[in-house]
Nanobody, 129 residues
C-alpha cells in the first residue's frame, strides 16, 4: 500500500511561486506513475501534470504548461514547482500514483483521475485576485 503526503501549499500573491512536495512511502518510485491534480470549489478535479519513468515522460495540461514543472528526486519525493501563479490556480492540489503494471496514464497523456489508485490528502493553494 503506497502512502502519499502532500505539503507546500499556501497563500501566494499573483506572479509568485510555490513548490509542492509529495512524499511517497515506496522506495521504487521508478515503477509508479505520478500525477498532480487540482480541484477548485464547484469544479471537477482536473489533471495538472504527470510523470513516469522507464521511459521518462512528463505531461502538462495546457493552462499550466510553461509555468509548472514536475520532477522527482532520487529518494521518494515528487515535486510540482509552480511559477507565475494566477488566481485561476487556486485549488486543492492532490498527488496521485499508480503502479505502471496497472496503468500508464502519463504515457497516454490521459491524466484521468480514475486511472490512479493512491491519493494524498491534498494541500490548499490560494492565489488572491
Amino acid at each position: 500500500q503506497l502512502q502519499l503526503v502532500e505539503s507546500g501549499g499556501g497563500l501566494v500573491q499573483p506572479g509568485g511561486s510555490l513548490r509542492l512536495s509529495c512524499a511517497a512511502s515506496a522506495v521504487e518510485l521508478d515503477y509508479y506513475s505520478f500525477g498532480w491534480f487540482r480541484q477548485a470549489p464547484g469544479k471537477e478535479r482536473e489533471g495538472v501534470s504527470c510523470s513516469e519513468m522507464l521511459p521518462t515522460l512528463t505531461h502538462y495540461t495546457n493552462s499550466v504548461r510553461g509555468r509548472f514543472t514536475i520532477s522527482r528526486d532520487n529518494k521518494s519525493t515528487v515535486y510540482l514547482q509552480m511559477d507565475s501563479l494566477k488566481p485561476d490556480d487556486t485549488a486543492v492540489y492532490y498527488c496521485a500514483a499508480v503502479h505502471v503494471t496497472r496503468a500508464r496514464p502519463c504515457l497516454s497523456a490521459s491524466m484521468q483521475s480514475n486511472e490512479y489508485v493512491y491519493w494524498g490528502q491534498g494541500t490548499q493553494v490560494t492565489v488572491p485576485s
